[in-house]
């Protein structure tokens, strides 16, 4: 009887214990299945799924999504994702995908003109680069920094923030090395003083609060997200282009030598220089100050031997009005007034004549000296600024006969 | 102040230097220069590219000349380009590479100290090693530096090859000689009878002295001027008897009285709107005696100028007036007297 009834307790025990064991297993979370799940490219070790609360819990700021495995401070990571479990590594933000390009995208001449075309070495920004974001799945009002090095940096032992408000380089964190999404996908550019012609290349990690009184050194906000994937890209060469044409408009090319020829002079009207013999005068530049043309002239005149014609007049002066019968020869502006915003270029970029030159539709002329004379200058980068010319002259009855000629040149000027 | 006051100022100094964030030495644009702005077409180019930077360097800093990529450096090595910081106590040497590939010259620096920004950096080209492209254009230099620390210096400067910034220009000024022989006021042309300018001396007699008047004007843009000739066909004749002609050369005549047979002009000579005009030696020095104008070889120069003379359309200045003058005596032969004087203009050009 007594071993039956022992037998009978160590029954109960052993389902008991069982049942006890079979329990836990279907309730437990921490019960770790033994099959480790993996796909193509990434691996779940020793998983466990569990109930977990709700699909998707969430605040304004926070988001909790269903948890896969142990609640465990360890990762699963690669060099630009991790999975990790539990609630530190579900609110963390996620790597922001990275643009680094010259700005103005396909078109950098849109923001700091240049010579030549697309692609060349001096058209685009030379000390200045964008770089855009996509928050992939972050709200809205998550923070992001940006790093920059140069590209031979290996290990970003060199490594800056971009102060999104002056848009250089710091070389610590700070409230103004982070800013939205939003606010920084909308600066015309994201950096500048860069080093010219240099490879740089560009890194971003996202936070939802940047705690402005205290900057890790080193270290990372609990909230960070990894790094994005590394973008690089070039600034430009600086550059200024400067090319001549003597045609009917400004539209056609032609190649040096470039002649003006005036015929034969009158001294009962004005003479002009033929309508197919414009002077047309092309220039461009990457330079953020924009560039400077000059002219000087070989004579202070027409000339012949000792013989001259005067330029402006007989007296040098700085415009003549041949219209009045003054004896005398320069050049005007064929093209119309100032010249605002030709070519790609910033917005308020201005072209500004001489006014010695630039009495368009008279017979006044500017004078052309051998010391050289600003003919026109521009304010900001381009891509192509066009001023058309044309030459005057007059004489007297008394002038001398001859075969008289003249050279005018140009040279231009970036202001970097 | 105690040490304890002393090392917490100190430690707040710290700290907020620590949290202020630190910016790069800006990246700095520069003016470049070049030693030879303009150039022919394939042409060696031993001159100097130079820039004053506006960032400080250190060894092991970068300077990087980009020249244009058309221009032929097939033979360019490294001897042949240097750079030089003249004035600059601090700049030591440079360590050159030149790579034709990608069309650079790379100057790694060595200082004794941050270079200054005050004197220029001189890269100087040599052996004529780097020739100018065959295609006349303007075409750009290009230079960079890297002070190691993220800044530096650019710039650019165009060379001009092949005048291509130049526009040579070319005009005619004609040559002007016009000549007319107008009436005394000049305000028209001289009378004339079939189809011959005349000056009629009218009825002669022994109680008057009898003239005739004209202008010879002379328009030329010659610097040397022009001269007025003339030659006669005969002496004032009735086709058998010649009037007494008054003398050529340096005082001709006095003016004969009337009843005293003398033939011959007075001679004004005029202005000229640049220089002056002179008598030819026929008509030379009084402008008061009556002169011979009835020579039958010749030319002979009656007055030239210096310079370019432009009458304007009624000009009694820069004309010369001619009077034909004539008186004659009792035993003068009737009949009707004429001579033709041709005059001729010329200019040198």
Request: glycine share 10%; hydrophobic share 35%; charged share 10%.
């Given at each position: 009887m007594h071993q039956y009834m022992l037998g009978k307790v160590i029954y109960k025990t052993i389902i008991l214990i069982v049942f006890s064991l079979i329990f836990f297993l279907v309730i437990d979370r921490n019960l770790v299945s033994a099959q480790t799940l993996t796909s193509p490219t990434y691996q779940l070790i020793d998983p466990s799924i569990n109930s977990g609360g709700n699909a998707l819990q969430s605040t304004a700021s926070f988001k909790l999504f269903e948890t896969i495995g142990d609640v465990d401070a360890a990762n699963f990571t690669s060099a630009t994702y991790s999975l990790g479990g539990g609630l530190n590594n579900n609110i963390v933000m996620t790597a922001p995908q990275i643009t680094a390009a010259?700005?103005?995208?396909?078109?950098?001449g849109t923001v700091c003109g240049g010579v030549g075309n697309i692609g060349d070495p001096a058209y685009g920004c030379y000390d200045k680069l964008k770089v855009t974001l996509a928050s992939d799945g972050n709200p809205t009002d998550a923070l992001y920094a940006i790093e920059v090095t140069e590209a031979s940096d290996t290990n970003w032992t060199n490594k800056k923030y971009i102060?999104?408000?002056?848009?250089v380089r710091d070389a610590s964190l700070s409230t103004n090395t982070f800013a939205t999404l939003a606010t920084i996908n909308a600066l015309t550019y994201t950096v500048g003083s860069l080093n010219a012609n240099t490879s740089y290349k560009f890194r971003s990690f996202a936070i939802q609060i940047a705690n402005s009184a205290v900057f890790p050194s080193g270290g990372t906000y609990f909230d960070q997200s990894p790094y994005s994937a590394t973008s690089t890209v070039s600034t430009k060469l600086p550059g200024i282009g400067l090319d001549i044409d003597i045609a009917a408009n400004s539209t056609t090319p032609t190649s040096a030598p470039y002649t003006v020829s005036l015929g034969a002079l009158s001294s009962s009207a004005v003479t002009t220089s033929p309508s197919a013999q414009g002077i047309y005068v092309k220039i461009s530049t990457n330079a953020n100050s924009g560039l400077t043309l000059s002219v000087n002239d070989s004579s202070n005149g027409l000339v012949e031997g000792a013989k001259i014609i005067g330029s402006a007049d007989s007296s040098f002066n700085n415009t003549a009005d041949l219209s009045t019968s003054i004896v005398g020869f320069g050049k005007v502006l064929r093209t119309g007034g100032n010249i605002t915003n030709q070519g790609v270029g910033p917005a308020g970029i201005t072209q500004t004549i001489s006014s010695n030159y630039n009495n368009f539709g008279t017979d006044t002329v500017g004078k052309l000296a051998t010391g050289i004379v600003t003919l026109a200058s521009t304010n900001k980068p381009n891509t192509l600024i066009v001023s058309g010319y044309d030459l005057k002259a007059r004489i007297a009855s008394t002038t001398p006969s001859g075969s008289y000629t003249d050279t005018i040149t140009y040279t231009l000027a970036g202001s970097f | 102040m105690n040490l304890k006051k002393l090392l917490s100022i100190g430690l707040c100094i710290f700290v907020i230097v620590s949290i202020l964030p630190i910016s790069f030495v800006r990246a700095a644009g520069v003016p470049v220069t070049l030693g030879t702005a303009s150039m022919a077409i394939s042409t060696a180019y031993n001159s100097t590219v130079s820039f004053v930077p506006g960032t400080a360097l250190t060894t092991g800093a970068t300077v990087t000349l980009y020249y244009p990529s058309a221009y032929t450096d097939t033979s360019l090595v490294l001897g042949d380009v240097t750079l030089t910081k003249t004035g600059d106590a601090n700049f030591t040497s440079a360590v050159t590479v030149v790579s034709t590939g990608s069309d650079t010259v790379t100057f790694t620096i060595t200082a004794s100290a941050p270079t200054n920004t005050s004197n220029a950096f001189i890269i100087t080209f040599a052996n004529s090693h780097l020739l100018t492209s065959g295609t006349g254009a303007n075409y750009t230099f290009a230079v960079t530096t890297d002070n190691l620390a993220g800044g530096g210096d650019y710039g650019a400067a165009l060379q001009y090859v092949g005048n291509t910034n130049q526009v040579k220009v070319t005009a005619i000024v004609k040559p002007i000689l016009t000549f007319a022989i107008r009436n005394t006021a000049d305000n028209a042309e001289q009378a004339t009878v079939s189809g011959l300018k005349t000056c009629a001396l009218g009825v002669l007699t022994t109680t008057t002295v009898s003239t005739c008047d004209y202008r010879l004007k002379v328009g030329t843009n010659s610097v040397s001027g022009y001269t007025i000739s003339y030659i006669s066909d005969t002496n004032l004749t009735n086709g058998t008897y010649n009037m007494t002609n008054a003398a050529a050369g340096s005082n001709g005549s006095s003016p004969a009285s009337a009843g005293t047979e003398q033939y011959g002009v007075l001679l004004t000579a005029g202005s000229n709107t640049v220089g002056s005009v002179s008598r030819g030696t026929d008509f030379l020095t009084t402008t008061t005696n009556i002169y011979q104008i009835t020579k039958t070889s010749g030319p002979n120069t009656m007055i030239s100028s210096n310079g370019p003379n432009a009458p304007s359309g009624?000009?009694?200045?820069n004309t010369t007036l001619v009077q034909h003058r004539a008186t004659i005596d009792s035993a003068t032969r009737t009949g009707n007297y004429n001579h033709t004087v041709s005059y001729t203009v010329s200019a040198t050009f």
């Amino acid at each position: 009887m007594h071993q039956y009834m022992l037998g009978k307790v160590i029954y109960k025990t052993i389902i008991l214990i069982v049942f006890s064991l079979i329990f836990f297993l279907v309730i437990d979370r921490n019960l770790v299945s033994a099959q480790t799940l993996t796909s193509p490219t990434y691996q779940l070790i020793d998983p466990s799924i569990n109930s977990g609360g709700n699909a998707l819990q969430s605040t304004a700021s926070f988001k909790l999504f269903e948890t896969i495995g142990d609640v465990d401070a360890a990762n699963f990571t690669s060099a630009t994702y991790s999975l990790g479990g539990g609630l530190n590594n579900n609110i963390v933000m996620t790597a922001p995908q990275i643009t680094a390009a010259q700005p103005g995208g396909a078109d950098p001449g849109t923001v700091c003109g240049g010579v030549g075309n697309i692609g060349d070495p001096a058209y685009g920004c030379y000390d200045k680069l964008k770089v855009t974001l996509a928050s992939d799945g972050n709200p809205t009002d998550a923070l992001y920094a940006i790093e920059v090095t140069e590209a031979s940096d290996t290990n970003w032992t060199n490594k800056k923030y971009i102060n999104f408000s002056t848009q250089v380089r710091d070389a610590s964190l700070s409230t103004n090395t982070f800013a939205t999404l939003a606010t920084i996908n909308a600066l015309t550019y994201t950096v500048g003083s860069l080093n010219a012609n240099t490879s740089y290349k560009f890194r971003s990690f996202a936070i939802q609060i940047a705690n402005s009184a205290v900057f890790p050194s080193g270290g990372t906000y609990f909230d960070q997200s990894p790094y994005s994937a590394t973008s690089t890209v070039s600034t430009k060469l600086p550059g200024i282009g400067l090319d001549i044409d003597i045609a009917a408009n400004s539209t056609t090319p032609t190649s040096a030598p470039y002649t003006v020829s005036l015929g034969a002079l009158s001294s009962s009207a004005v003479t002009t220089s033929p309508s197919a013999q414009g002077i047309y005068v092309k220039i461009s530049t990457n330079a953020n100050s924009g560039l400077t043309l000059s002219v000087n002239d070989s004579s202070n005149g027409l000339v012949e031997g000792a013989k001259i014609i005067g330029s402006a007049d007989s007296s040098f002066n700085n415009t003549a009005d041949l219209s009045t019968s003054i004896v005398g020869f320069g050049k005007v502006l064929r093209t119309g007034g100032n010249i605002t915003n030709q070519g790609v270029g910033p917005a308020g970029i201005t072209q500004t004549i001489s006014s010695n030159y630039n009495n368009f539709g008279t017979d006044t002329v500017g004078k052309l000296a051998t010391g050289i004379v600003t003919l026109a200058s521009t304010n900001k980068p381009n891509t192509l600024i066009v001023s058309g010319y044309d030459l005057k002259a007059r004489i007297a009855s008394t002038t001398p006969s001859g075969s008289y000629t003249d050279t005018i040149t140009y040279t231009l000027a970036g202001s970097f | 102040m105690n040490l304890k006051k002393l090392l917490s100022i100190g430690l707040c100094i710290f700290v907020i230097v620590s949290i202020l964030p630190i910016s790069f030495v800006r990246a700095a644009g520069v003016p470049v220069t070049l030693g030879t702005a303009s150039m022919a077409i394939s042409t060696a180019y031993n001159s100097t590219v130079s820039f004053v930077p506006g960032t400080a360097l250190t060894t092991g800093a970068t300077v990087t000349l980009y020249y244009p990529s058309a221009y032929t450096d097939t033979s360019l090595v490294l001897g042949d380009v240097t750079l030089t910081k003249t004035g600059d106590a601090n700049f030591t040497s440079a360590v050159t590479v030149v790579s034709t590939g990608s069309d650079t010259v790379t100057f790694t620096i060595t200082a004794s100290a941050p270079t200054n920004t005050s004197n220029a950096f001189i890269i100087t080209f040599a052996n004529s090693h780097l020739l100018t492209s065959g295609t006349g254009a303007n075409y750009t230099f290009a230079v960079t530096t890297d002070n190691l620390a993220g800044g530096g210096d650019y710039g650019a400067a165009l060379q001009y090859v092949g005048n291509t910034n130049q526009v040579k220009v070319t005009a005619i000024v004609k040559p002007i000689l016009t000549f007319a022989i107008r009436n005394t006021a000049d305000n028209a042309e001289q009378a004339t009878v079939s189809g011959l300018k005349t000056c009629a001396l009218g009825v002669l007699t022994t109680t008057t002295v009898s003239t005739c008047d004209y202008r010879l004007k002379v328009g030329t843009n010659s610097v040397s001027g022009y001269t007025i000739s003339y030659i006669s066909d005969t002496n004032l004749t009735n086709g058998t008897y010649n009037m007494t002609n008054a003398a050529a050369g340096s005082n001709g005549s006095s003016p004969a009285s009337a009843g005293t047979e003398q033939y011959g002009v007075l001679l004004t000579a005029g202005s000229n709107t640049v220089g002056s005009v002179s008598r030819g030696t026929d008509f030379l020095t009084t402008t008061t005696n009556i002169y011979q104008i009835t020579k039958t070889s010749g030319p002979n120069t009656m007055i030239s100028s210096n310079g370019p003379n432009a009458p304007s359309g009624t000009d009694t200045t820069n004309t010369t007036l001619v009077q034909h003058r004539a008186t004659i005596d009792s035993a003068t032969r009737t009949g009707n007297y004429n001579h033709t004087v041709s005059y001729t203009v010329s200019a040198t050009f």
